[in-house]
Structures are given as C-alpha cells and as structure tokens.
C-alpha cells in the first residue's frame, strides 16, 4: 500500500463492518458535486432528519415591514388631517357640491331615460332645486331676523328668570371681592374696555364670502351632474385588463347607487322630522314653528349633536316664552320624543341596520370635522361617515375597517358587491 493514501490499521479494525475506504479515485470535470448530508439521529422509532434552525429573510423582515407600513399610514393619516384644515375653504365647497350632485343624481338620471339631454336635466333639476332653496329663506328670513334682533331681551329674560339661581352666587362672589379688597392695598388701576362687533355686523362681514362659497358649490354640482359618467369611462381606460374594467364599472355603479340612495332617504326622513316639528311647535304654540321645523331638519344631518342643539335651543325659546316651566319643556320634550321615535325605529327600518355606525366612532368623527370645518364639517360629517361605509363594504382591502366602524348589528349581513 502506498504511503499518501494509506489508512492506519487502527482506523480500519474501529470501522464498523458495513462501512467502506474512501473512493481515491479523482473526480472527473463532468462529474456532480458531493453533497454533505446532515447527521441522522436515530432513535427508536426510525430515522429523523435535523430541524431547521435558519429562519429565511423573508419572514425575519415582516415584523420590520409591517412597522413600516404603519408609520406611513399613520404620517398619511396627520398629512391628510392637515391638508383637510388649511385647504378647508376650496374643499367644503368640492364637497358639499360631490354630496349635492349624488343628492340629486337620481332625479337626473330618471330625466335622461325620458329622452331629456342631461346637460340640460342638470340645468333644469339644479333650477328648480335653487327656486325651491329661495323660497324657503324668504319665508323663513323674517322670523331668524326677529329672533336675532330680540337676542338681548331675550338674554335679559333668561338672566332675570335665572336671578334666584344666581342671588347666592353673587353674594359670595361679593364677599370675596371684600375680602381682597381689605387684604390688599388699594391702587388705581385703569381700566380697559374691549368693544365687541355686533352679531349683525359679523354676518354682514361675512356674508360676500358665504355667498361666493354657495354659488361655487351649485356650479360644482352642475358640473358634477352634466359629466355624469365621464370620470368613471376615464378609470376604465386606465383599468389594463377586461376582467379589472368589469370589476371597476360594476363596484362604481354599486356604490354610487347605494350612496345616492342613503342620501335620499335621509334628506326625506329628516324633511319629515322637520314637518313634524313645526306642527308639534304650532300644538305647543310657541311661535315660529317653521323657522324650528327648518332648523331640526337641517341639525338632524349631524347625529346626536344636531338634535341635542336643537331641543337646548327650543329649551331656551320655551323658556323666555312661556311663563310656567311645564310650558317651557313641552317644546324639547315633544322635539325629543320624536327624534327618539326617528332614531330608533324609522331611521333602522328604512335604511337598515347594515349601515349602522358605532356611537363613539360617529361622536369622534363629528368632534374631528367640527374642529376641522366648524358647523359645516358637523353637517356633512354623519353623510360622509355613511359614505365611507359603503365604499368599504365593497372592497375588500377595506372590509376590515367597514367591520371596526359599524355597531356590530349588520356587519356580517349584506356585505354587497366587493372586488
């Protein structure tokens, strides 16, 4: 045996008798690779191979890709709270004209299929919607001046009506100012008194840019209602397959239909709420009942806040108007029995309880628009929640978040048309 490839003679008496030399022979340049295998433990059930203990780099970056994921949702979210505050005067009037145009779509549409050009059912439906917006203020811009102008008797006959609840706050109030007095050396300290504009004085300031703001908003609505189909032919040409432009069409369609129809059946629910308001105020006979019929079915658009404000504003109405107490609640008692009555058993049978929102995400909700939009963003906050809704129930990326914001009575239940 030659001495470079030679095996001790104790190393082959310790082999085991099934084992073989090493192949000495040189491997050629065809010839496969050898593969190590890992050891095999046995035991005595059989053969087990190793487990794995290397983790791939995939799953070892998830954890750090899903961090990153929700930073950037949550430095969009803070960009688009931002952009939504310092751009409010250009998007209140972009959105109230979307919500106005799917108001009135409908209309628009059963137009159209009477053979009427759409352009000019969008002229014709958005005139007669003006007409109708005019005569309604001037029959009720009479009684809102007289009730802003009788503003500072009425603040008078509260504080009078209120000077038995005031007398022992007022005495101590005058005690304490003694009491400082005798406490402190005197010293002549000018004093400074700050003029305040009139209420008057502030809408009349305000009133060319309010006005500006509407004529943008119905000229938006026009546009919106004349274009009718072209945004939606434009996303389907962008769409690359004929499976995704179907998917697009009919998801477009099924939410537009559906936000169209909430928006009408909520307009007319609350016109109801405010018939039945004025007639109740008539029965009550507190005066103006039309100008609180008007303002309970405008109000009744932000829930919660809207008829909380006006069963406290009715509240103060009864209450420098009539003489007894029980008098003066009988205005917001009968205001609340019936938005109670429309809140619990119209609104849910009428609409659903598939679009049925959580009370804390809705009050959230109003307290953010309210502090980006004031009194606007309250208004239009409950429609676009709703919104919001159903273009999530019919996505399925966001189904999810159509789950976490409704009450948990319809979610599961008619989840609709979803891509």
């Not at 919001?388 to 239940?413: E, K, M, T």
Request: glycine share 6%; charged share 10%; aromatic share 6%.
């Amino acid at each position: 045996m030659r001495r470079g490839n030679s095996i001790p003679q104790t190393a082959i008496r310790a082999m085991p008798p099934d084992s073989k030399q090493p192949d000495s022979t040189p491997l050629s340049a065809t010839d496969p690779p050898a593969t190590v295998s890992a050891p095999v433990h046995h035991t005595a059930t059989g053969n087990v191979p190793p487990a794995t203990t290397h983790a791939s780099p995939m799953h070892a970056a998830m954890p750090h890709v899903r961090v990153v994921k929700r930073c950037l949702i949550s430095m969009l979210v803070v960009l688009w709270i931002a952009v939504c505050y310092i751009t409010q005067e250009l998007l209140i009037p972009f959105t109230l004209g979307i919500l106005f145009a799917l108001l009135l779509s409908p209309i628009v549409a059963l137009l159209q299929r009477l053979w009427l050009p759409r352009a000019l059912g969008s002229a014709l439906v958005l005139a007669s919607v003006v007409a109708i917006l005019c005569g309604a203020l001037a029959s009720l811009a009479q009684p809102a001046r007289d009730w802003v102008a009788n503003t500072p008797q009425t603040i008078r006959i509260i504080q009078h009506r209120l000077d038995d609840i005031r007398l022992p706050l007022r005495e101590a109030r005058e005690a304490t100012r003694k009491i400082e007095d005798l406490t402190q050396p005197s010293a002549s300290v000018p004093t400074v008194v700050a003029t305040q504009p009139s209420l008057l004085a502030t809408m009349a300031a305000s009133t060319p840019r309010a006005l500006t703001s509407v004529a943008a908003v119905f000229i938006l609505v026009y546009f919106f209602l004349a274009g009718g189909d072209h945004f939606l032919r434009r996303l389907v040409e962008v769409a690359p397959r004929l499976s995704e432009k179907k998917m697009v069409v009919s998801i477009a369609r099924d939410v537009q239909g559906e936000i169209s129809r909430y928006l009408v059946t909520v307009s007319l629910i609350n016109l109801a709420l405010g018939v039945a308001t004025a007639a109740a105020m008539q029965l009550v006979g507190l005066p103006t009942p039309l100008l609180w019929g008007a303002v309970a079915a405008i109000f009744n658009f932000a829930p919660y806040v809207g008829p909380a404000t006006t069963g406290f504003a009715l509240f103060v109405a009864g209450f420098t108007t009539f003489d007894s107490l029980g008098q003066a609640l009988a205005a917001p008692g009968v205001f609340f029995a019936l938005t109670f009555l429309e809140g619990q058993l119209i609104t849910p049978t009428i609409v659903g309880r598939r679009l049925s929102l959580d009370p804390t995400i809705v009050f959230l909700w109003l307290m953010l628009w309210g502090w980006l939009w004031g009194v606007v963003g309250l208004l239009v906050a409950g429609p676009l929640l709703a919104c919001f809704r159903i273009v999530c129930q019919h996505v399925d990326g966001l189904h999810a978040v159509s789950v976490l914001i409704g009450d948990g009575s319809g979610s599961g239940s008619e989840p609709g048309h979803r891509s």
